[in-house]
């Protein structure tokens, strides 16, 4: 059913990574913040739209361009001979609505219109099905996912999804009528070739490796985990327990993201872990896990084929 899974945006990871090892600047804080809660609540939709039929075809995270203007569906759903286009908020609290303007509550201050984007986005979606020789019928709608989202002064005919009324939407949804599930697989081909791979929008700080803390933060409250015993790492503040090779693939994971253009070497990873895994369990965890090129001292590792989880 589902022909593009979502993945987590690079902007997200990133800022993850560094928010466990450096200070954020306040207005990255609040971007990596949010960035969070709405991949969480996108997260949390897609649990929702699991029981669709398997005629349905769901588009996760579309970054298309029309017009030399791009935009951006955070879940696009071909059933029967319609497109449903979702953007999922996950707000949180009340929020009131007065002469078109939203507000979040008690303090009333003024956020963006997320309608505005919606249309914003299903104009340019239509532009770009005409261009590709589609004539379907776009219905948009915004899907409050929180239960704890209340907002006032909503007009009736508002196109939006609350919590209250989820199952009764997706009920409505699993009964729609089907089509040519050839065509609509056709349009979905398109649409995926067409999708940008790497966002150019990114906002990320400047870092560098020197202000960055070294040590294996832990994977649940990201504290730094003390040095292992028996090939276990564990957490002095939650209590985690982890396999030391599945730590240490972790910072190989985030060394590789954070500083793509450099070398892994076993001295790299051994510094980047703060010393926690002697040089001999670093190599050997690298090896077994990656393929090795040149030689001498110097262990220049690329992604070996027996990729693991999380190693992307």
């Known amino acids: 059913m589902i022909n593009k899974l979502r993945i987590e945006p690079k902007e997200l990871e990133i800022l993850r990574f560094l928010s466990r090892r450096l200070k954020l ?28 039929p398997d005629s349905c075809i769901i588009l996760n995270d579309l970054l298309l361009e029309n017009s030399n203007t791009h935009f951006q569906i955070d879940t ?11 953007e999922v908020k996950n ?9 078109e303007r939203w507000y979040s509550l008690p303090s009333k201050t003024e956020i963006k219109n997320p309608l505005l984007q919606l249309q914003r986005c299903e104009t340019l979606l239509r532009g770009l099905l005409k261009e590709l020789g589609f004539h379907l019928p776009i219905k948009s709608h915004l899907i409050f996912i929180n239960p704890g989202f209340q907002l006032y002064q909503a007009p009736l005919n508002i196109s939006a999804v ?11 949804l699993k009964n729609t009528p089907t089509a040519a599930k050839s065509r609509n697989m056709k349009l979905a081909e398109q649409l995926n070739a067409r999708c940008m791979k ?21 994977d649940s409250c990201s504290s730094f985990l003390t040095p292992f015993t028996q090939g276990y790492l564990t957490c002095g503040e939650c209590g985690l327990k982890e396999k030391a090779d599945t730590a240490i693939l972790r910072c190989v994971n985030e060394f590789r993201v954070l500083f ?34 040149g030689g001498g001292k110097l262990h220049i590792i690329k992604e070996g084929k027996n990729r693991r989880r999380g190693l992307r």
């Open 25 to 52: 600047p306040l207005k990255n804080e609040k971007q990596y913040l949010h960035l969070e809660k709405g991949y969480a609540g996108e997260q949390h939709f897609d649990r929702e739209l699991q029981d669709l």
């Open 76 to 86: 696009l759903l071909i059933a029967g001979s319609t497109l449903f286009v979702f």
């Open 198 to 218: 790497e966002n150019p929008y990114i906002r990320i700080p400047e870092y560098n490796y020197a202000q960055l803390r070294k040590g294996i933060p832990c």
């Open 91 to 99: 707000y949180e609290g009340d929020y009131c609505i007065e002469n």
């Open 260 to 293: 793509p253009d450099r070398k892994i070497t076993t001295n790299t990873i051994v510094d980047w872990c703060g010393g926690v895994g002697s040089g001999k369990t670093v190599r050997r965890i690298l090896v077994r896990n990656y393929e090795k090129k």
């Open 162 to 172: 609350f919590p209250s009324q989820l199952k009764r939407f997706l009920t409505k």
